[in-house]
């Protein structure tokens, strides 16, 4: 009993650190990023990697994620004759939960695991020393412009995946299912709110900046050679998924009180 007790707040001791190094870093990140150098180019690569590089798996995942609820939605609908609200539920459910919360994940599983391993590199090889000596800050260097990446590109890889999702919802209920594409429409406008794209918007952009902390955060912490750099990659992809879900629920609860 002892034993487990110790062991859970060792599990609840390691959670607030880890919450408060994430509020430090990003508060440091923050200081750092309207400071010169503003190094334009590491930028410019680390949007290309977080966004130019997810845009693939982001157009297979939202093409088939709006084929699937498509062809789902008619056929429970369809037990109540309400078909013509297919695309409306479609689009409520990609603008507010969907559409951010599976491209946080994509972006998560691709891009935070390359962020942490490639720091954790920089870590145990003893590359951020180096560049303490050169007086450089790694927190403007190497965090900050992977920061300002997931910020700026989740949000539009989102609106990427809403669009893809319906147009491919569009395409099964109008073309394969012969809705009324009249109806079709018609609810979509009448139904989707601006508020329903703007919680998914700044869902995005709140898990963009959680992705790239978490996993600058692990990197930055790796030590233990090899096995430390795979544990700090592991421990980024995992923890960024628990967070996404965590500030999913708190930001809709915030939102639709």
């Keep these: 009993m002892t034993r487990g007790l110790e062991?859970?707040?060792?599990?609840?001791?390691?959670?607030?650190?880890?919450?408060?190094?994430?509020?430090?870093?990003?508060?440091?990140?923050?200081?750092?990023?309207?400071?010169?150098?503003?190094?334009?180019?590491?930028?410019?690569?680390?949007?290309?990697?977080?966004?130019?590089?997810?845009?693939?798996?982001?157009?297979?995942?939202?093409?088939?994620?709006?084929?699937?609820?498509?062809?789902?939605?008619?056929?429970?609908?369809?037990?109540?004759?309400?078909?013509?609200?297919?695309?409306?539920?479609?689009?409520?459910?990609?603008?507010?939960?969907?559409?951010?919360?599976?491209?946080?994940?994509?972006?998560?599983?691709?891009?935070?695991?390359?962020?942490?391993?490639?720091?954790?590199?920089?870590?145990?090889?003893?590359?951020?020393?180096?560049?303490?000596?050169?007086?450089?800050?790694?927190?403007?260097?190497?965090?900050?412009?992977?920061?300002?990446?997931?910020v700026l590109m989740l949000p539009l890889l989102t609106m990427l995946f809403i669009v893809l999702g319906m147009l491919a919802s569009y395409y099964v209920a109008v073309e394969v299912m012969r809705i009324d594409p009249g109806s079709y429409m018609r609810n979509i406008n009448r139904y989707l709110s601006p508020r329903d794209i703007s919680v998914g918007v700044v869902k995005s952009v709140v898990f963009g900046a959680t992705i790239s902390l978490i996993a600058c955060h692990r990197g930055l912490a790796a030590s233990g050679g090899a096995r430390g750099v795979g544990a700090a990659t592991t421990a980024a992809v995992v923890s960024s998924f628990i967070a996404i879900f965590v500030l999913d629920y708190v930001i809709t609860a915030a939102a639709f009180q």
């Design 7 to 150: 062991q859970v707040w060792q599990r609840v001791g390691g959670l607030l650190r880890d919450i408060g190094e994430l509020t430090i870093l990003a508060g440091q990140s923050l200081a750092w990023l309207p400071r010169r150098p503003w190094r334009a180019q590491l930028f410019l690569q680390q949007m290309e990697f977080v966004g130019a590089g997810s845009l693939f798996i982001v157009f297979l995942t939202g093409t088939f994620s709006g084929l699937v609820l498509a062809l789902q939605l008619i056929e429970g609908f369809g037990r109540f004759k309400a078909e013509s609200l297919v695309g409306s539920t479609i689009a409520i459910a990609l603008c507010r939960e969907l559409g951010p919360v599976l491209t946080a994940l994509i972006v998560a599983g691709r891009a935070a695991s390359a962020m942490a391993t490639e720091i954790g590199t920089m870590r145990v090889t003893e590359q951020i020393d180096a560049l303490k000596t050169m007086a450089v800050s790694p927190i403007h260097y190497l965090v900050v412009p992977r920061l300002v990446a997931g």
